[in-house]
């Protein structure tokens, strides 16, 4: 992997610009086509109905929750994946990644079979009086599933990128490994992490499969918008496209926050001659 | 200004490994999507040239319907050499989106009237359809029946965990017809969108009871247990079959549904729990 510099000379021949305006059409023509689509005189009673505000909340309440776990359990994680060195470490980190390739409804079934009343470890959670199945707790644990792999990738990447220099400088000068990470590890990842957690929260938005699969969908509990969404496509297609336009807008707004408005870090120029190392 | 650019550029740079990794997965999520068509175009290619009754017939039908179709679809190649079903099977209301979508159907066969008459309104369907089986809804129950139930009223004792179909699909309102009838009150932990997800939430043990259809209990074999109520003759559902209008192949589809609706259809779907209306 080369880094590119930016400079006068782009390099890029005329042809290249024409096939990535197909491409760049191929994903927003469909857009396009749900906006042509809205019934726009009932828009505002459609996606402002009961249940679909009560899945809109919902929806976000869980993706908020679930981006909180992720950045408690991604992390550790992605630390460890970037500077820690153990044996199976790279398998952990390609299993830990296999959520984003996984078609949601195999994570869904996964699940069930991990936190559902039959599985590994439902039976001990039902003797510690915790029910997770057509929970919101449920809802939670399968979107921080399918999230979970955004930020530890982003803050993988970022702290590869970042180096260590000031790290070993920090511990020179005497200062312990939690400190460090507090102090120096952490505030230099920052941009790295924000961009993690808004993806993942994204992502959890989105997720549909395995909620499915393993949360089931009951108003208010389990019924997230992707779920409101396709109940109401078998009966109200006009509902269903406000709610799909709903949804096309919430997460642009978060793409565009992860992209958009991320600042560099107040360190400057950290690890800036070091060669960046390739991610095995 | 010059420090700031490069830093930003690094910071670009750090984020590349995943934006190249989401990049791939888009790819690979599109070769997906690109593969599972396939068949589609083929069948939709060997349906294009067709001589009387040979060739491939294209049947949309009702989920429900699987077992019941595919064994009458082996039935009808035998009895007309030379020809293919080939057999797509999905709720009724994506059936109608896809037909009405120019998706090429031969023959509809809906799980209810209502869907029928959507095709219909939209000018779709060749003739009358016809009225070829009922189902009636059942309890199934994991087969130790942790909960206990013996009657439909059982299902609204707290603490049972019921899942049900959501009042926007057909096996939804005939719930709520049933509850109406019996005059209880149900109170699901779900209510799903499909009667194949209310069977799953029951096979896989997480729900002590589910309202499905009695093909369905059928179906699943002794993974549930079926517990037939006095009720369920409030919500009887009737299946409809139809030609679709402009269908290439009407002479194969008008062969097909006469398959159907008569005496070897009758005694397919039989087997598999259907009633006759």
Not at chain 2, 32 to 45: E, K, L, Y
Not at chain 2, 132 to 156: E, H, K, R, Y
Not at chain 2, 234 to 252: E, F, K, Q
């Amino acid at each position: 992997m080369t880094r590119r510099r930016q400079g006068p000379y782009s390099g890029i021949p005329a042809w290249v610009y024409l096939i990535a305006a197909a491409g760049a059409l191929f994903v927003l023509l469909p857009l396009v086509a749900i906006i042509a689509k809205v019934n726009w005189p009932q828009f505002l009673p459609l996606i402002t109905s009961e249940s679909s505000v009560t899945a809109l909340g919902l929806s976000l309440r869980t993706s908020a929750a679930s981006t909180a776990l992720c950045i408690i359990l991604g992390v550790p994680l992605a630390l460890v994946l970037a500077r820690g060195s153990f044996p199976g470490q790279r398998l952990l980190r390609a299993l830990v990644l296999l959520p984003l390739v996984l078609p949601p409804v195999v994570g869904g079934i996964a699940l069930l079979y991990t936190f559902g009343r039959q599985g590994l470890l439902g039976s001990t959670l039902d003797v510690l009086g915790i029910r997770i199945a057509f929970s919101t707790t449920a809802v939670i644990l399968a979107q921080t599933f399918v999230a979970l792999p955004f930020l530890v990738v982003s803050l993988e990447g970022a702290l590869r990128t970042a180096g260590y220099k000031y790290e070993a400088v920090a511990a020179t000068l005497g200062a312990r490994p939690t400190t460090v990470l507090r102090r120096v590890t952490l505030p230099l990842v920052l941009p790295g992490l924000a961009s993690g957690a808004v993806l993942s929260f994204a992502r959890s938005l989105g997720e549909f499969g395995a909620t499915l699969t393993f949360a089931g969908s009951l108003e208010g509990v389990t019924r997230t918008l992707p779920l409101e969404i396709y109940l109401q496509r078998e009966s109200d297609a006009d509902a269903a496209v406000a709610l799909s336009l709903v949804l096309v807008a919430v997460a642009a707004a978060v793409v565009g926050l992860a992209y958009g408005t991320s600042r560099p870090p107040r360190m400057p120029r950290a690890a800036q001659d070091e060669p960046e190392r390739i991610p095995a | 200004m010059n420090t700031l650019a490069t830093t930003r550029s690094r910071v670009h740079a750090g984020r590349r490994p995943a934006a190249a990794l989401l990049a791939g997965c888009a790819l690979v999520a599109g070769l997906a999507g690109c593969a599972a068509g396939t068949p589609a175009d083929a069948t939709a290619a060997a349906s294009g040239e067709a001589p009387d009754l040979a060739g491939t017939v294209t049947v949309f039908a009702a989920a429900s319907l699987k077992s019941s179709f595919t064994a009458i679809a082996s039935e009808f190649e035998a009895a007309h050499p030379g020809t293919t079903v080939a057999l797509s099977f999905a709720g009724s209301s994506d059936l109608v989106t896809q037909i009405t979508a120019g998706a090429p159907a031969d023959v509809f066969a809906s799980a209810d009237t209502t869907n029928m008459a959507k095709l219909k309104d939209a000018n779709l369907l060749a003739g009358e359809p016809a009225n070829f089986a009922t189902n009636v809804l059942q309890i199934a129950v994991p087969p130790s029946n942790p909960a206990n139930i013996g009657t439909f009223a059982d299902l609204a004792t707290p603490g049972v965990k019921l899942v049900v179909c959501a009042p926007q699909v057909p096996c939804g309102s005939a719930t709520e017809k049933v509850e109406a009838a019996a005059g209880t009150t149900l109170a699901p932990v779900s209510e799903e969108s499909s009667v194949t997800d209310v069977l799953g939430k029951v096979t896989s043990g997480e729900a002590d009871a589910g309202l499905v259809y009695v093909t369905d209990v059928r179906t699943a074999g002794d993974k549930v247990r079926g517990i037939a109520f006095p009720e369920s003759s409030n919500a009887v559902n009737t299946y409809p079959i139809g030609t679709v209008r402009g269908s290439r192949h009407a002479d194969l589809a008008t062969a097909f549904v006469s398959m159907v609706t008569g005496a070897k259809g009758k005694e397919v779907l039989a087997d598999a729990g259907f009633g006759t209306p």
